[in-house]
């Protein structure tokens, strides 16, 4: 089973500012099969991106991901207010699928 | 836009089964892969298993020997069943969507990350 570990466990960040999350896993995931989520508070998981660098379907651009084998980055490159939330990685290269236990970008 | 919708007990007693339905809405449940996913209290997000719409399955090791998913694609829903439960159970339960690429011909890849989720269900294990 491929581990993900994340950190920093939480960011605090101002509106504006750039947030630089990592996602780094236990072996290579294959074909960088990558994931990135957001989660707010009583809602669903949210699809930002797939494949460590492809932005889902109304995705803004100020998301992108980046990173292979071992180790992924997700950045915000400016801070809006709805972006403060949990974010999770996923890895799909090998069974079973594992989370990250995610990062909170919370307001400083 | 398809959406998915899970329901059942919200409350289910030690040892018994847990039954969960997915019912999707304004799409087609054929050709897709779907998942199960549950998020325990401390928001660890755990992947359970998944179904394809001919009903074949694939388990997290951890929960194999308990879990049964299915599909019903007249009613447009698949459903997931855990055995023998206890406290460590209790979540939230969400099910997932797998998106495809359609290259024409029959021929299709099929992808592993879910790019639709239902708002989930949260079901807790106490006698």
């Known amino acids: 089973e491929i581990v993900l570990t994340q950190s920093p466990g939480t960011l605090s960040l101002s509106p504006g500012e750039r947030a630089t999350l990592s996602c780094r896993a236990s072996q290579s995931v294959r074909n960088s099969y990558l994931a990135w989520y957001q989660q707010k508070p009583d809602q669903a998981p949210r699809l930002l991106i797939y494949g460590a660098s492809s932005r889902a379907t109304g995705i803004p651009d100020r998301f992108s991901g980046s990173g292979s084998g071992t180790d992924f980055t997700l950045t915000i490159s400016r801070l809006e207010p709805e972006d403060f939330a949990v974010y999770y990685c996923q890895q799909y290269g090998g069974s079973p699928f594992t989370f990250g236990p995610g990062t909170k970008v919370d307001f400083k | 836009q398809v959406q998915l919708q899970e329901s059942g007990p919200g409350l289910v007693k030690p040892s018994e089964t847990l039954s969960l339905t997915c019912t999707v809405s304004?799409?087609?449940?054929?050709?897709?892969?779907w998942s199960w996913i549950r998020q325990t209290p401390g928001k660890r997000l755990e992947w359970i298993g998944y179904?394809?719409?001919?009903?074949?399955?694939?388990?997290n090791p951890s929960l194999k020997s308990r879990v049964t998913i299915s599909i019903d694609r007249s009613k447009n829903q698949c459903s997931l069943r855990l055995s023998s439960v206890t406290a460590a159970d209790t979540a939230v339960y969400f099910c997932?969507?797998?998106?495809?690429?359609?290259f024409g011909s029959g021929r299709y890849k099929h992808e592993y990350y879910m790019d639709v989720w239902g708002k989930g269900t949260t079901v807790i294990v106490s006698s």
């Open positions: 997932a969507r797998h998106p495809y690429h359609d």
């Open positions: 179904i394809y719409d001919t009903g074949s399955t694939h388990y």
């Open positions: 304004g799409g087609s449940i054929s050709t897709y892969f």
